[in-house]
């Protein structure tokens, strides 16, 4: 057993208060949309009664228009399909193709297992394809996450029928039971799993250091009580890459030295990105499998724009394939998360693909994408659905609300979703609030094809050069036409993004953010560091954190049943799960 320790103690608290307090800031993001109208009981033309009366359209009522009016255009049959697989002698396979649009020499790069070729660029956005071993993706993409090699309500069939290009396979629990080589025996992750595209797996550091008891990140790797009998683990980079080598999914990632976002002590975000670096040089020292699977580095360096830098500096020195951005969506302040963005996109190379750990809320993907990230993960499409949460471009629809109790219409009348194609709100009410696991993966199935739907809209936008006007629809929809509500942060992010909210806020860009070389911004400017924690802790809510904890909780019981079969645990995490909801009014909270 671990002898008491106190910096382990320390670690242990602010791991806790990382992992408990990863919702804070985006429920007080969300808390304005939450008093948009959603429903048709809320409807701003539905008359209280007494003779209906003739008003003008509201603003929502255009946004909802032109969304309606701007449908997803087919893509061109160059993105969607982009092609056989490239020979090396093909004309044109090392050199940078031009746009179809303005003609410029779009980025390109490509190593022994990955090639990726923006086909268009807006502002700092971008469309992209990303050929792995196993599937030509096109970015923005969203991934979702399957937790035991299969996404939570979901089959391998369906994911498919909704395109989902490369689905993240959870390495910690993968490789705690069945076990790697017991993975390998089975042909890889892919085939195990059934899943026929990319596929992604995770280093595990995440979630021991996360979701583990007794969880301490030394120089050797990080070391945590096993949750099956005590006994004392540890997780070098050596092993993650030794797994994810054997699971054989196209991109793995690096172990990480993982700070909690909400972490006051500036000296242990300068640790963990030093550290980072060098755990990067043994997992590319371990890597075994170069020519078919890609190491993606994950930048480190908290909210300090020079620890980011030199995290930058050290990791685009390695010539990665790709470059994950991390150390986010763990409950820092929404400005302090997009400058982060916005700095790491414009100091990665051009032409290799960008992904943000651990997002997954609509608004999220849309700035990032804007800001010219290409990928995303979380498990928050998934999780949500099960408590009943539809995801829409008008924000979240609650249907355990009681005005979902009657509502003939479907989640959405824009999505052609199995869910919305056959089902009521109404129904979708009555069985969810009975928490029939039918209705979970009705929702879950709706929120993925939901996430699949918003990142093709953005590649047909960023492809048509129509990016700023589809984010402004998205905008003054997600925020119920209500100037008034659209938050600074998304204002000033847009702005750096170079997309005008003028007519959609009544917020105009701060104008304060960090403009350095390194930010890509206009000119140089002072370092500034942006304070993270008090805000964030101060933001936590606290049955958010109660709800964390019975997960935590479940998640560790359910670990201790060794002899379960991977199906029956996640049966009972799925109904530990419906029976941790939260109050009303804090489901959406979930990531
Ligand atoms: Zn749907």
Not at 441 to 466: D, E, F
Request: charged share 20%; aromatic share 6%.
């Amino acid at each position: 057993m671990l002898a008491p320790h106190h910096q382990a103690t320390t670690r242990l608290t602010s791991t806790l208060l990382f992992s408990l307090s990863r919702r804070a800031v985006q429920s007080t993001s969300r808390g304005v949309s939450r008093r948009r109208p959603t429903g048709a009981a809320q409807h701003p033309s539905t008359p209280r009664g007494g003779m209906p009366r003739r008003r003008p359209p509201t603003a929502a009522a255009l946004a909802s228009a032109a969304l309606a009016a701007a449908p997803e255009p087919p893509l061109p049959a160059a993105l969607s399909d982009p092609g056989p697989d490239v020979r090396d002698d093909a004309p044109g396979v090392h050199s940078p193709a031009p746009c179809p649009r303005t003609g410029e020499d779009l980025p390109y790069s490509r190593s022994p297992a990955l090639e990726f070729r923006v086909l268009a660029r807006q502002g700092r956005a971008r469309a992209a394809a990303l050929r792995l071993p196993r599937h030509a993706a096109l970015t923005p993409c969203f991934m979702p996450v399957g937790t035991q090699g299969a996404v939570k309500g979901l089959l391998p069939s369906q994911l498919l029928a909704l395109d989902c290009h490369i689905v993240l396979g959870n390495t910690y629990h993968l490789g705690n039971r069945p076990g790697a080589a017991a993975v390998a025996a089975l042909g890889g992750l892919p085939r195990a799993s059934g899943w026929p595209r990319a596929m992604l797996t995770d280093s595990g550091g995440f979630q021991m250091v996360s979701l583990l008891h007794l969880a301490e990140v030394t120089e050797r790797g990080v070391e945590f009580a096993s949750p099956v009998d005590g006994s004392r683990m540890l997780l070098t980079p050596e092993q993650s890459v030794a797994i994810q080598n054997a699971l054989g999914a196209d991109v793995l990632m690096a172990l990480d030295d993982v700070v909690p976002a909400t972490c006051d002590d500036p000296r242990r975000f300068a640790e963990a990105t030093g550290r980072t670096t060098r755990w990067l040089d043994r997992c590319l020292r371990a890597h075994a499998r170069r020519d078919e699977q890609n190491l993606f580095p994950i930048v480190q360096g908290g909210f300090d724009v020079r620890l980011r830098a030199r995290s930058l500096r050290d990791l685009v020195a390695r010539d990665a394939p790709g470059y994950a951005i991390g150390g986010l969506a763990g409950g820092e302040t929404k400005d302090a998360f997009w400058r982060v963005v916005a700095q790491c996109a414009a100091g990665l190379p051009p032409g290799k693909p960008r992904y943000v750990m651990g997002i997954g809320y609509p608004l999220d993907i849309v700035v990032c994408s804007a800001l010219g990230c290409d990928m995303y993960d979380s498990v928050y499409p998934t999780r949500t659905a099960r408590f009943g949460v539809a995801l829409t471009d008008r924000g979240t629809l609650r249907l355990k609300h009681a005005a979902c109790a009657s509502d003939p219409r479907p989640i959405d009348p824009d999505c052609s979703c199995l869910a919305c194609a056959r089902h009521t709100r109404a129904y979708l009410h009555a069985t969810i609030s009975r928490a029939l696991p039918s209705a979970a993966s009705l929702v879950s199935l709706h929120n993925v094809a939901y996430t699949q739907r918003l990142t093709r809209r953005l590649r047909a936008a960023i492809l048509a050069g129509t990016l700023p006007e589809f984010v402004r629809a998205f905008v003054s929809a997600h925020f119920g036409g209500d100037p008034a509500a659209v938050p600074q942060w998304v204002v000033d992010a847009l702005d750096v993004a170079g997309i005008d909210l003028t007519g959609v806020a009544a917020l105009r860009p701060a104008h304060d953010y960090f403009e350095h070389e390194a930010f890509g911004g206009r000119r140089d400017g002072d370092l500034v560091e942006y304070p993270v924690g008090e805000e964030a802790v101060a933001a936590a809510d606290r049955a958010g954190a109660q709800q964390d904890a019975a997960l935590i909780m479940a998640g560790a019981a359910q670990a201790a049943q060794a002899a379960v079969g991977a199906d029956r645990a996640g049966a009972e995490q799925d109904a530990a799960l419906m029976a941790a909801e939260p109050a009303e009014g804090q489901k959406s909270d979930e990531r």
